[in-house]
Structure formats: structure tokens, C-alpha cells
């Protein structure tokens, strides 16, 4: 038999289990990429059932079809756009009626839909009934009950989508009341989108809704004059907004549906219950905070502990590797740049990549935790007034103190946040955080110039990044995005134990899409960068005769207000753009001496002041590779330029700054 | 007529008060009763007398024309007026009502003072309901604005932000407009929903707010805009 294919989406608002649905459906193997031009995630997997091949896309968690947030966007464009063969929403049951918002949304535009009310364990648990039956006779739709984190009722969930599909219905009224259903009415008459049911067009328009306005306009442009006058009428006549009344009729409806279907209405106090007593320690008045700085150090700990030595077990592995490859080309009698390009080049390339997995895999391990268990609201919840005068968001703290760590996983960490502007501006200032990477460059000058204070120095510097990156927030925050604040609307789910499953499958989704996007473009930076300390050819490698060394010098001279103009300084600076860490080896290298040798060799090139200036400079100047092609992956390459550009800016400034203020004291 | 400057205006309103007070106005009076020096007088009562506004009378005395009698008691009643808005009805003190008086009036529309002249008449109407409000003004200038939790506040004075941890109000609607406000709807804050504040984060902000048998948390910002109802 010849299988016959379609294709459906999930939608449901977030916290209604969709993803557990999703990998129960597809058995866990998804594609994961992006959504056409933006960062949010996009999950496809396929399962056979009968004679059919479906395909399923997971839309992101959304609560209404306004099209406001880029979610929402996303959502309703492949609803509307894509047309597929119909939608599964997710509810959790135990919320029923602001779940079911959503559900009578896409009822009302007549998409083709099955509700699968989920979580229906927690609904049973409280002896309650919810008569499906009558649901799915009111909404004209299949409705199917599964408990997806034990992956009950799935097999009748896809029976549901293969048969329940094929049913032809009609879009689902909602009495809005006479007054508007006069309304309704006479703009319905005038209106036609090819496509869209023209009753929920002229609901829409009555909504406000731009894009649908646009889109009738150009099928006839008075209809603009005609939207504007039937709302006034009604907005006099029902003596407040349209938008109120349309959504407070919707909610109507629906309370009065809940009432109507679930048997021992569900009192919701008592299903918090818990939750509420957990809520009580974790974000209590005195031990919130406490509580949310352990948490932190916590994820810290484990991210950068756990993952330090594997880290550097992949290191010691790309290390051996490099040398026995190159070894190995030796014997044979290869060429002395093949056994540099092996080594130097691709499989320190691939190390560099590798390098930064164990803390990426961790990380998101952590938040998977963190979101899985509702935690993750709760720390927003916590610190939104502090980074909220820091001109950021709640979320952003998270990013912030990847940041220290590694900014990979910081800037990373900022998909998190559900504003665009404040994700981006986390991702520009996430750099100024002082990774560990650039601990060894700190502890390299300040031992050497400052042993008494060592400790003073390098938290200085930890400081002044912190300090920069408040200002350089605000000042990006007024010139690009405007004083407008994001507004925080956000649920706070009840808790739950995150499922081992779950969380896995969440983290290898995230990895991976980070070692297939972010990688490549590291692999062929380091390549660059290979060629660049090799050409041209016949020169010692990373010698001052090499472009890269010639380059070096030709920039030099820029540093010399700063105290290090001389070539070595310069591309000890280029190559920390490979990683921060690599200043430290590539000063080893230029001077001809081991790590040890290498603090009296420092000593007579730099005074204590140029020491300071290039250990500030090291902080600010560009982020390394990595962090760049992170920044790339997560923006456009517009903000990867300007974050490129102002630090390099921001760093020479201070460093020159730095350098010139203290001659005149010292 | 043609406008005149605020200080001009100011010339011919003290011209005014000073010839009601003594029946003739002079310029060493004039000049003390503004703080200025008598050249300067001279020099602005020579440029109303160009304007026609004003008489200069033998032996130094002022005089205003009927044009000039008729705009300065314009400009003194709009004085007046906003000396009682800011005084009684505001509650600022006398000394800084009437200094900000003469400066407010002079820039002011026509409609905006015939509204506030409306709103005076609106209060004056009914005394006992004047002293409510003023008195219970001035008690929240003095209680500041963490304290509204009063049991007299009408009903659309209170919000969401008024709420204490525990306490139940009931959603009369959502001010402002566009995205906040549609975001608040379509979450389930629609007239007629019942509101619970459950908890204020440990630094002030946001709360946590139970609707519709879920956790949402909102900025107190947001939460001003969510009219309430005691139940």
C-alpha cells in the first residue's frame, strides 16, 4: 500500500507538556534548526502510523495568536502560510481554561485541530472528571486525553491525528453579543482575504490586528475607514475598548465551558498546593536571594568543574593527537607544512570546537533542570528588580554568569529570554564578563608585577568588566532599542520533577545545534588563522617573518600610547582572538622560552602601568573566535560587527586611557 | 488684540491690583510691588503706552485704558484661579502658589483655563464633597503612594499594585493600550476575573499574582494599570 503523508503542528502555551508530547510522538529523533531568520528553535520528526508518514513540527509555546512576540509570529505564520493538514494543541488540563484560549483561537479561524489534553494524571489525582466528550462535541473536534510523561494515551493520539484529520468542520462561533455581532456581520460582508474565513477576519479587524488589516487593505483599501467606524460605534455604544470585549467574551465562553464539562469543578488553590509551599522556601523574602545565589553556584560549580577537567582531557586528547599526526607525516617523509597543517591547523581546529562541548553540554543540562522544574520562572522572578536597574531583564542574570565561566554558554544562555531586545543586548555585553580564559593572561602579568596584590588586580579587572558592561548596556539600550522597557508577563508554572528523558534530550538538541552551527565557522577561523601564521611559505611558524607576524608589527605602533607598542605584544593579541588563553603560549613562543622563563622575559619588556593597560586591553578587545561565531549563530552578523567593533574600541581607549593618566602619577 | 509678553502682562495685572488697592497707580509702586528697578518700569509703561493699554496721567500717575483695565483683569482672574487650584484644592503653600501662579498664567490656552475654572466650579458645587477629596488629597501626598490601601478610595483608583500579599480584588478593566494591555488579556486578565496577590519578590519586585488557578508574575509598573474592585 502506498503511504500517504501529512504534515501537522503542535501548539500549546509553554509548560503544557508539548515537548514530552513531541519526542513521545517521534520517539525522540528530531531535526532541529532554526525558524527562518530567527533564533527560535524549530523541531521536526516524523512517525509512521497505518499507512501513513506524519510529519511534526513543534511551534513554539504561545498563549494567544496576537502575532506580538516573535513566538507568537512564528506560530501563526506556519498556521496561516503553511497550511498544514492540522494542529494538535497541548492543554494541560489541570489549567483548563487558559489553555483552552489558545485551542479557541485556531478553532475560530477554522484551522483543522485535535486537543490533546494532557497532564490528566495530576486532573485524576484531585478526583476530578473532565467530560470529553461534551468538549468535543462543542468544539466539533477529536480530543484525546494522554499523561505524556508517562507517554499514556499516545498510540490514540496518533490514531486521533490520522483519522480525526480527515473530518471536515466548520470554524467554531462564539457569540460575541448582539452589538458586535452587528458589527461582525456588516464588516464580514465587506471584507474578503482569499483563504481566511471572512467572519474571523472581521473579528480580527475589530481586534486591531495590523498584519490582517494590511492584508484586507489591499484587497480594498475603504476598509480601513469601515473597521474604524464599526469600532467607534461599538466602543460609544459598549462604553469601553473592543479589545477588552472580544477577549472577555472569548473567556467567557470558555468559563462557562469549564463549568459545563468538568465535573467537581477543580479548585485550583488546592492543586498549587504544593507548588505554594515550595514557593514559600525558594522565593521567600529573606532566603529568595540566598537560595538563588546557591542555586547559581551551584550550576557554576558543575558546569565549570565537572567540566573543566573533561575539558581538558579533550585538550590533552587534541594535544597527543596533534603530535602524533605530526610525527607520524614526519616519518613517512611528508612535507613539514602538512604535519603543521594537521596539527596547527585541523585537528587544533576541531580541539578548539571540542574544547568548549563538556561546559556547553553541562550548561545546558543545568537549564534544561532549571526550565523542566519551573525553577527558572522563579529566578527571574527573583532578580528582576536588580537587572531591571541595570537596564537589563530578569533573565538576563543567568547569561551574565555563564559569562564568567565561558561566554560561549553565556551568550547561549540568553535564548532564554523572550524579548528580542533584551536578548540581543545580553549577547553585546556578555563578552565584557571576564571568562576564565583570560585568568591565565591575568595571572601571568600580575603575578610578575604585582605578587603583593595579585589578588586586588585581578579582581579589579573582574570589576571593571562588570562596570563597563552596565554602561555599555545602558548606551546600546538608548541608541538602538530605544528607553522602552520590556514589560515582565510571566507564568509561573507549578513545579514538576524534570524527567531524566526529558532533560537529555533537551541538552543533545541545544549541543548539537551549537556543534553544527557555531563550529564551522570556528573550524574556519582557526584554519585562517593556520594559514595566516604559515604563509608565506618556508617561514617558522608564527614567526615575526609570517603574515600573521608581519601583520602583527604593522599594528604595533597603534599600542605604543598604551606602553606595549612592539610586535610581539601585537600578536600575542591577534592570536587571543583564536582564545583568550592563547596570549599566554604565544608570548612562550615569540620570546623563545618555557611558561617559566617566560615572567623575566615580561619583566623587561613591560612596566607595571603597561602591564595593567594590556591586561585591560586583553579583557575588553574582541572576543575570541568562538564567542564571535556563537554571537554570529545567535544575532546576524550586524551585531557581531558592532560587538567586534566596540570592544576593540572600549579596549584600546582604556588601555591608552589607563597607560597615559598613570605616567602622570607615576 | 495683539499678545503680549508675560512680563508686559505682569505690568499691567500689578497696575491693576495697585489701582484697586489705592486708585492711582505709581511708578515707584509699581516697581516695588514687581522687584524691579523704576527704569525698567518706565520702559515697559512706555511700551503699553503705545499699545493703547495705558493712560500716563500728570504729577507720574497710571492710568489704564478700558482695553488695558479689560486685559489686566483677564490676566488677574487667570491668577486667581490657579492660585486656588494650586493652593486650596493642591494644597501648596500660599507664598509658592502665587509665585508659580504668575508664571503658569500667562501660557496657558483659553481652554484649558475655562476647564480649570470648571473644575473649581465642579468641586465648589458641593462643599462637604470638596473637603472629602481635598482632605483625603492631602492625606495621600502626606502617606505617599505605598499607603492607598484606603477603604475610601473610590473604585477606579485602585489597581493591582494596591493589593497586599493575600488580599482579592476583581478586574474592572486594563488601562493604556497595544501590546502590554492585549498581552493581559489574552493571559486571562478580563473584567470580572478575580485576582489574588500572592507574594512580592524579595526586592520589592515584581509580585506574584494567582489568576484564573495559575501563578503569573507582573512588575508593579504593569500591576498600576489593572483596575480593581474590592470583594
Known amino acids: 500500500m502506498e503511504t500517504k503523508k501529512l504534515k501537522i503542528g503542535l501548539a500549546g502555551n509553554p509548560n503544557s507538556g508539548k515537548s514530552t508530547v513531541f519526542n513521545h510522538l517521534t520517539g525522540g529523533h528530531a531535526h532541529v534548526g532554526n525558524w527562518p531568520g530567527v533564533t527560535v528553535e524549530k523541531k521536526e520528526g516524523k512517525f509512521q502510523f497505518q499507512d501513513y508518514e506524519v510529519s511534526v513540527v513543534d511551534l513554539p509555546g504561545i498563549y494567544a495568536l496576537t502575532a506580538y512576540s516573535m513566538d507568537e509570529k512564528i506560530a501563526r505564520d506556519f498556521i496561516l502560510r503553511e497550511k498544514p493538514d492540522g494542529i494538535v494543541v497541548i492543554i494541560d488540563a489541570s489549567n483548563l481554561e487558559r489553555n483552552l484560549y489558545l485551542a479557541t483561537q485556531l478553532l475560530e479561524l477554522g484551522t483543522n485541530v485535535i486537543l490533546n489534553l494532557n497532564m490528566m494524571d495530576i486532573v485524576r489525582n484531585k478526583g476530578m472528571a473532565i467530560d470529553t466528550k461534551k468538549l468535543s462535541q462543542i468544539f466539533g473536534v477529536a480530543v484525546v486525553e494522554t499523561v505524556a510523561s508517562k507517554g499514556e494515551g499516545i498510540e490514540e493520539l496518533k490514531e486521533a491525528i490520522v483519522n480525526g484529520l480527515k473530518k471536515k468542520r466548520d470554524s467554531l462561533r462564539i457569540d460575541y453579543g448582539e452589538d458586535i455581532e452587528m458589527e461582525i456581520d456588516r464588516l464580514e460582508k465587506r471584507v474578503s482575504i482569499s483563504g481566511y474565513p471572512s467572519r474571523w477576519v472581521a473579528i480580527k479587524l475589530l481586534e486591531g490586528d495590523r498584519e490582517i488589516l494590511e492584508m484586507a487593505m489591499r484587497e480594498g483599501e475603504a476598509i480601513e475607514f469601515q473597521t474604524v467606524d464599526s469600532k467607534k460605534r461599538l466602543e460609544e455604544h459598549l462604553g469601553y475598548d473592543l479589545e477588552t470585549a472580544l477577549v472577555e467574551k472569548r473567556y467567557a465562553f470558555l468559563s462557562g465551558l469549564v463549568k459545563e464539562s468538568v465535573a467537581k469543578r477543580l479548585d485550583l488553590m488546592e492543586r498549587l498546593d504544593i507548588s505554594d509551599r515550595i514557593d514559600r522556601i525558594l522565593v521567600n523574602r529573606y532566603l529568595g536571594i540566598p537560595i538563588f545565589l546557591g542555586m547559581m553556584w551551584l550550576v557554576f560549580q558543575s558546569v565549570f568543574t565537572l567540566g573543566g577537567p573533561l575539558s581538558d582531557g579533550i585538550e590533552a586528547l587534541m594535544g597527543w593527537l596533534g603530535e602524533s599526526a605530526s610525527a607520524g607525516i614526519g616519518s613517512l617523509g611528508g612535507p613539514k607544512w602538512l604535519s603543521s597543517l594537521f596539527s596547527d591547523g585541523i585537528i587544533s581546529g576541531v580541539g578548539s570546537v571540542l574544547v568548549f562541548l563538556p561546559n556547553i553540554l553541562l550548561l545546558f543540562l543545568a537549564i534544561a533542570i532549571l526550565e523542566a522544574s519551573g525553577y527558572m520562572a522563579r529566578a527571574a522572578f527573583v532578580m528582576d528588580r536588580f537587572m531591571h536597574a541595570l537596564g537589563l531583564h530578569g533573565k538576563s542574570f543567568i547569561p551574565m554568569l555563564m559569562g564568567f565561566g565561558c561566554n560561549i554558554p553565556g551568550i547561549m544562555a540568553a535564548r532564554t529570554m523572550e524579548s528580542e531586545k533584551d536578548r540581543i543586548l545580553t549577547i553585546l555585553v556578555n563578552p565584557l564578563m571576564s571568562c576564565s580564559a583570560r585568568l591565565p593572561i591575568y595571572t601571568l602579568f600580575a603575578g610578575a608585577f604585582f605578587a603583593e596584590n595579585q589578588g586586588w588586580v585581578v579582581f579589579s579587572l573582574y570589576l571593571l568588566g562588570i562596570i563597563l558592561a552596565i554602561i555599555v548596556a545602558r548606551i546600546f539600550k538608548g541608541l538602538f532599542f530605544g528607553a522602552e522597557v520590556s514589560p515582565l508577563i510571566m507564568e509561573l508554572p507549578p513545579y514538576r520533577m524534570p524527567t531524566v528523558k526529558g532533560v537529555l534530550i533537551h541538552m543533545w538538541e541545544r549541543g548539537s545545534l551549537f556543534l553544527r552551527k557555531a563550529g564551522t565557522i570556528i573550524f574556519l577561523g582557526v584554519i585562517l588563522i593556520w594559514l595566516l601564521a604559515s604563509l608565506p611559505f618556508g617561514v617558522e611558524y608564527a614567526s615575526k617573518e609570517s603574515f600573521i607576524g608581519q601583520l602583527g608589527s604593522s599594528f604595533s605602533p597603534l599600542f605604543k600610547p598604551a606602553g606595549f607598542g612592539f610586535w610581539q605584544a601585537g600578536v600575542a593579541l591577534l592570536f587571543g582572538i583564536l582564545a583568550k588563553e592563547v596570549v599566554v603560549g604565544t608570548f612562550g613562543t615569540l620570546y623563545g622560552v618555557e611558561e617559566a622563563g617566560l615572567k623575566e622575559v615580561i619583566l623587561t619588556h613591560f612596566t607595571p602601568l603597561s602591564a595593567y593597560a594590556f591586561m585591560v586591553m586583553s579583557l575588553i578587545y574582541i572576543p575570541c573566535i568562538a564567542a564571535i561565531a556563537t554571537i554570529k549563530r545567535e544575532t546576524n552578523w550586524k551585531w557581531t560587527f558592532l560587538t567586534v567593533a566596540y570592544s576593540l574600541f572600549l579596549g584600546w581607549f582604556l588601555a591608552v586611557g589607563i597607560y597615559q593618566i598613570g605616567k602622570i602619577f607615576l | ?231
Open chain 2, 1 to 231: 488684540m495683539e499678545a503680549l509678553t508675560p512680563s508686559l502682562e505682569d505690568y499691567l495685572e500689578a497696575i491693576w491690583t495697585i489701582s484697586l488697592r489705592d486708585k492711582v497707580a505709581r511708578v515707584k509702586d509699581i516697581a516695588k510691588s514687581l522687584r524691579v528697578s523704576t527704569p525698567s518700569v518706565v520702559n515697559a509703561l512706555n511700551v503699553l503706552l503705545e499699545k493703547n493699554l495705558i493712560k500716563h496721567e500728570r504729577y507720574g500717575y497710571i492710568e489704564l485704558t478700558d482695553q488695558g483695565a479689560l486685559k489686566a483683569k483677564e490676566v488677574d482672574e487667570h491668577h486667581k484661579l490657579l492660585f486656588t487650584l494650586l493652593n486650596e484644592i493642591f494644597g501648596i503653600n500660599a507664598g509658592i502658589a502665587s509665585k508659580d501662579a504668575c508664571k503658569i498664567e500667562h501660557h496657558l490656552s483659553k481652554e484649558t483655563i475655562k476647564r480649570i475654572e470648571q473644575f473649581i466650579q465642579f468641586l465648589e458645587e458641593d462643599q462637604e464633597e470638596k473637603a472629602f477629596f481635598t482632605s483625603r488629597f492631602k492625606d495621600f501626598v502626606e502617606k505617599g503612594e505605598e499607603d492607598m490601601g484606603d477603604k475610601k478610595v473610590s473604585k477606579a483608583d485602585f489597581t493591582l499594585r494596591d493589593l497586599k500579599p493575600g488580599e482579592k480584588g476583581k478586574v474592572i478593566k486594563i488601562k493604556g493600550k497595544g501590546n502590554l494591555k492585549k498581552r493581559l488579556l489574552d493571559m486571562g486578565i478580563v473584567p470580572g476575573t478575580e485576582i489574588q496577590l500572592k507574594k512580592v519578590a524579595p526586592l520589592g519586585d515584581p509580585v506574584d499574582i494567582l489568576v484564573k488557578g495559575y501563578h503569573l508574575s507582573l512588575r508593579k509598573g504593569e500591576a498600576r494599570d489593572i483596575l480593581l474592585e474590592k470583594v
